[in-house]
């Protein structure tokens, strides 16, 4: 009988603008034909496989979008011009970006005007910073790492911004690495509090405990970086589907620390936690 006590993060699971994305989604689905949405709309396969049941279908381009389609723009949001395109385009959607990544917009578009650079700490090829990198349009850059800084021409007024799901510690050091330059910036760390707790409860439990597990898709930048902060501490295990767990392994730890990417559905969450419940692992749920 396993006497391993799991460490449960309350808050675990979906954030808020992902919550929101996927109830107008399946709302739109309901009253629509042919909805789709453009990437997917949550970076998780087992949501993304709930979705197709309702018919809502997703594309990688907006070349691939036609007239017939209703489209849904999801948490991420999307540069300007692709939102000029489905105007024109006469496509109707429905735009769900998620409040938090429209305020870095609007500060991007009032900066921008006024003539300052935009510095987006983010990863070039994620759908969020695109979207920051559109609205920037000339003045915009994307930086990913502090080595970043020394090739860009930084002069002048700038404006800094984070992609919501960068790490706190990349951010800080980027910031570091802009030296002067950053005294006279208009800083706005604009990372999610919601990644912002997750990856502090990581932090704290993966070191208290023998070993975490974290559960989301392969694909899910936060996810990743929750794996990857819980391996620092020790050994990690990540999952993304419930009967990717190893329970025989798993028992041989104490104490397991667990965890799971703003992606990741509540019922797959639950899942877990059942499955731990049926092997006796003892579950303590820490908020
Ligand atoms: S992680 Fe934060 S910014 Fe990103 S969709 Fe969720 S609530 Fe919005």
Same mark, same amino acid.
């Given at each position: 009988m396993s006497m391993t006590r799991v460490l449960y993060?309350?808050?675990?699971?979906?954030c808020a603008g992902v919550k929101r994305t996927i109830r107008g989604a399946v709302k739109a689905a309901n009253e629509n034909s042919n909805v789709t949405t453009f990437g997917e709309l949550v970076h998780n396969p087992i949501v993304t496989g709930n979705l197709k049941k309702y018919g809502i279908a997703f594309v990688h381009?907006?070349? *691939?979008?036609?007239?017939?389609r209703y489209v849904i723009i999801r948490a991420h949001g999307i540069p300007p011009k692709d939102e000029d395109y489905l105007r024109s385009s006469k496509i109707r959607y429905l735009d769900l970006t998620c409040p938090r990544v429209k305020i870095i917009h609007r500060k991007i578009d009032y900066y921008s005007k006024l003539g300052y650079k935009i510095l987006i700490v983010g990863y070039p090829e994620h759908a969020e910073t695109k979207g920051h990198l559109g609205h920037a349009g000339k003045n915009g850059m994307v930086v990913s790492?502090? *080595?970043d800084i020394s090739r860009l021409d930084i002069n002048g007024k700038i404006l800094i911004v984070a992609q919501?799901?960068?790490s706190e510690k990349l951010f800080n050091n980027i910031i570091k690495a802009l030296g002067k330059k950053a005294g006279k910036a208009q800083i706005?760390?604009?990372?999610c509090p919601f990644v912002l707790n997750r990856l502090r409860w990581i932090r704290k439990y993966s070191k208290i405990a023998e070993a975490s597990v974290i559960i989301g898709g392969f694909n899910s930048s936060n996810t990743k970086q929750l794996y990857e902060t819980a391996e620092t501490s020790g050994k990690a295990f990540w999952i993304a589907?419930?009967?990717?767990?190893n329970i025989k392994l798993l028992s041989q730890y104490k104490t397991i620390a667990l965890t799971a990417g703003a992606s990741t559905p509540d019922t797959t969450i639950r899942e877990v936690l059942t499955l731990f419940k049926k092997n006796n692992f003892i579950i303590e749920e820490i908020y």
């Open positions: 993060d309350k808050h675990a699971g979906l381009s907006m070349e *691939e979008l036609s007239g017939s790492s502090p *080595e919501t799901t960068i706005v760390n604009s990372i589907y419930p009967d990717q767990l």
